[in-house]
């Protein structure tokens, strides 16, 4: 075989690389913003999706992160121990756990809305280049989550 049937599994023909590469330099760039914060990069974005929606059913949050159970539970329970939040069941369906923003959650909201300003300025990217890119990363998950081909 000659060497050009194996282009297809050079590194730099990969899209999921450089899409692995930024996700990990991105959430490397935030942990000095986030550690003044005591959160880790996964515990920030499950608060910023209740700092928006107040709470939550577990179900739904994992959806929303793309985050498996596995993973949400023992961050929850983390962001629990620090006050941020409670988990309860819901009263009209007991298999339905509850994720509720507590008013200590609600003002590290105060504390964090540094953070997305700090973190622009390290992306370097223009208000059009970071809303294509935005755009272009959801269309991916989209077809992913759908099942799609790309």
């Known amino acids: 075989m ?4 194996y282009d297809c599994l050079k ?9 692995y590469a930024c996700s990990k ?3 490397r760039r935030y942990k000095p913003f986030l ?3 005591d959160l880790t990069y996964t515990q920030y974005i499950t608060m910023m999706i209740l700092w928006e929606d107040k709470q939550s059913n577990v179900k739904e949050l994992g959806k929303k ?3 498996d159970s596995g993973t ?3 961050l929850l329970k983390k962001l629990e121990a620090k006050g941020y939040i409670e988990r309860k069941r819901s009263k009209t369906d007991e298999r339905n756990l509850i994720v509720s ?3 200590e959650g609600m003002d590290l909201r105060d504390r964090a809305r540094s953070v997305p300003s700090k973190m622009g300025k390290c992306v370097c990217l223009s208000p059009g280049e970071s809303k294509t890119l935005y755009d272009l990363l959801y269309k991916v998950l989209d ?8």
Do not use: A, H, M, R
């Not at 077809?143 to 790309?150: A, C, F, P």
């Open 72 to 74: 949400l539970t023992p």
């Open 143 to 150: 077809n992913l989550d759908n099942g799609k081909e790309i």
């Open 35 to 37: 550690d003044e914060l």
């Open 11 to 19: 590194i730099e023909n990969q899209l999921c690389f450089p899409l």
């Open 25 to 27: 330099e991105i959430v």
């Open 2 to 5: 000659s060497g050009k049937d």
């Open 101 to 103: 923003i507590t008013p």
């Open 65 to 67: 992160l793309f985050l």
